[in-house]
């Protein structure tokens, strides 16, 4: 049997869905929430092994991640052919329940949203841009999974659009920070030490406009019926 077709054994309760919704809103700057705990600790322990070479590793990249597009990697069909973990984690993140959970908590619509999810591994030197994620993105969860020295601090930075960090997110071993794209949504790395290796996995949910369907953990997705 293939991934594709492999469900999530259900007698194993995911508990993100639940996590969201008992999670209140923080409104400043802009609405977001913060989570702890948000993937199993199998998906851990897979992403935390993975390693995919030391072009992926980036360094200063000049404050965007497009910089580097020949080099960055995701949890693709083939990646979950080869991991049951990630190919599991990859299922629940697009389960129904995870999905009418987001739409209902995040008020977003997604059900031709395709899920894609990118691991990205940065060294010391790394910053990025205040950006929005606006346009194809309809859904941004950054889920910190950094080890070692420092790495609570290694949290994604909310900011103004001139790039002042008004919050940050706890770089705390599997917690996260969620938010839907706007016009407002301007977060960001700001430039500070980071020892060893910064590990973030980026879950998006993105529309039939996202042309790097290669990226997709399942390829695009048609409307459900």
Aim: hydrophobic share 40%; proline share 6%; aromatic share 6%.
């Amino acid at each position: 049997m293939s991934p594709d077709a492999t469900a999530p054994d259900q007698s194993v309760t995911f508990s993100l869905p639940n996590l969201l919704a008992q999670t209140p809103v923080a409104s400043d700057p802009f609405p977001h929430w913060m989570l702890e705990t948000v993937l199993e600790p199998d998906a851990c322990a897979a992403l935390l092994e993975w390693d995919p070479g030391e072009s992926a590793i980036a360094g200063d990249v000049g404050g965007r991640r497009e910089t580097r597009n020949k080099s960055r990697v995701f949890v693709d069909p083939a990646v979950r052919q080869q991991d049951e973990r990630l190919n599991r984690m990859a299922h629940l993140l697009d389960s129904d329940a995870m999905r009418h959970t987001f739409e209902r908590i995040c008020d977003v619509q997604l059900d031709t949203a395709a899920l894609r999810l990118e691991l990205c591994l940065d060294s010391d030197g790394f910053w990025l841009e205040p950006h929005t994620d606006i346009g194809a993105k309809k859904l941004t969860l950054l889920i910190s999974l950094s080890t070692g020295e420092g790495a609570d601090e290694l949290g994604t930075d909310l900011m103004t659009p001139d790039g002042k960090s008004v919050a940050r997110a706890s770089g705390a071993f599997n917690s996260a920070v969620l938010f839907i794209p706007s016009d407002k949504t301007w977060h960001g790395f700001v430039k500070r030490p980071i020892k060893g290796t910064r590990r973030t996995l980026i879950v998006n949910f993105v529309d039939q406009n996202w042309r790097a369907v290669h990226e997709l953990a399942f390829g695009p997705r048609s409307v459900q019926h």
